[in-house]
């Protein structure tokens, strides 16, 4: 989301500089800079909003944590997901899950699936660059994932772009760093 | 693409565990070789600029009483651009074990065998594509003692 309030800042920025409205100076362009600051938030959280919905997943865009998809995935590439219901999962597919009770989302590949008629399935997943399956990571007697788990399915990716949230994770002065540089940059630019 | 495989079944615990032995025979080609003929059901892959890998899988393909649609994936290959692209594997063992859920693997006359692969680009869209061409393999009625694995 931080990204796309990013993107959606220079876009706005460039938008309300070509229109050369004559400001009446001081007390009234305070109100138009929480104004104008108020649009881009709102902005960047209806793009994300409609992200998701289009997607139909809850995070369509996620950053790759570890280096078990290598030498595909690195740590801090991008990944474009979806998670359309009437996409059957299948083996080979590059999934996103979530195990019951971790927060952290995981990127491995299908390698079984077993479908009953009605549609349940049950899935064995694995990591690339790993030399075992995922049924280590699961729960204590989980030895399938299900759809349920599923957070989406990796449809294209960008390299490097996500090294940005991985730092901001890692190392918090630099989280508040980068806010505190956006909060200005919004702040200066009004001027 | 040519797959010749021989199988026998074998029962660990309560589910069948099947065992497969295949080959492999692909020209995957580069762009700038230039067209190649094609022989039966050769499937053609290409590496441009913008390809980084193929990760390729050959997966089995069932239908048993327990589970309408059963996939496994029974060996795997990352390639990547550069790696020699000609691939000639003879008298393979599948790299995963190759358990059903349940029993049916004894007795089922139908199991697919098919080669896919996943493009990796440098940067955009991930696809995944199955070959043309697929091997139906039979497995027996009768389950195997001797463990010569």
Redesign the interface.
Same mark, same amino acid.
């Given at each position: 989301a931080a990204v796309v309030a990013m993107l959606s800042l220079d876009f706005l920025d460039d938008v309300r500089r070509m229109n050369k409205r004559d400001r009446p100076p001081s007390s009234p362009q305070l109100y138009y800079q929480v104004l104008n600051f108020g649009m881009i938030v709102s902005s960047a959280l209806m793009i994300w909003k409609g992200l998701m919905v289009v997607t139909g997943s809850e995070s369509p865009i996620v950053v790759v944590l570890s280096g078990s998809m290598e030498p595909a995935f690195h740590r801090g590439d991008l990944l474009f997901l979806t998670n359309r219901i009437e996409d059957p999962i299948r083996v080979g597919e590059i999934v996103v899950f979530r195990i019951e009770g971790r927060e952290i989302p995981i990127v491995h590949r299908v390698l079984k699936i077993h479908e009953k008629q009605n549609g349940d399935i049950k899935f064995l997943t694995k990591g690339d660059n790993n030399a075992v399956d995922d049924r280590g990571l699961y729960k204590q007697g989980q030895h399938w994932l299900e759809k349920k788990d599923v957070v989406g399915r990796a449809r294209g990716f960008v390299p490097y772009i996500g090294i940005v949230t991985i730092l901001m994770n890692d190392y918090p002065k630099f989280k508040y760093a980068v806010l505190f540089l956006l909060g200005l940059f919004v702040l200066v630019h009004r001027e | 693409l040519r797959k010749n495989v021989e199988d026998f079944t074998g029962p660990r615990e309560r589910s069948d565990l099947g065992f497969v032995t295949f080959d492999i025979t692909a020209d995957i080609l580069n762009r700038k070789n230039g067209l190649q003929s094609f022989r039966n059901k050769i499937t053609l892959i290409i590496f441009d600029w913008n390809v980084? =890998?193929l $990760?390729l899988?050959l997966?089995a393909e069932y239908s048993t009483k327990?589970?309408? %649609?059963? =996939? !496994? !994936?029974l060996w /795997?290959k &990352?390639m %990547?651009r550069g790696d020699n692209p000609r691939l000639s594997l003879k008298d393979m063992k599948s790299k995963?074990f190759f $358990?059903d /859920?349940g029993n049916g693997l004894k007795g089922n006359r139908n199991i697919t065998l098919t080669l896919?692969w996943?493009v !990796?680009?440098?940067?955009? &869209? %991930?696809p %995944?594509v199955t070959g043309s061409g697929h091997v139906s393999v039979p497995f027996p009625d009768t389950y195997e003692t001797t463990k010569s694995y």
């Open positions: - | 980084k =890998q $990760f899988y997966s327990n589970n309408a %649609l059963n =996939q !496994v !994936v /795997d &990352i %990547l995963y $358990f /859920d896919s996943n !990796v680009p440098n940067a955009g &869209i %991930l %995944l």
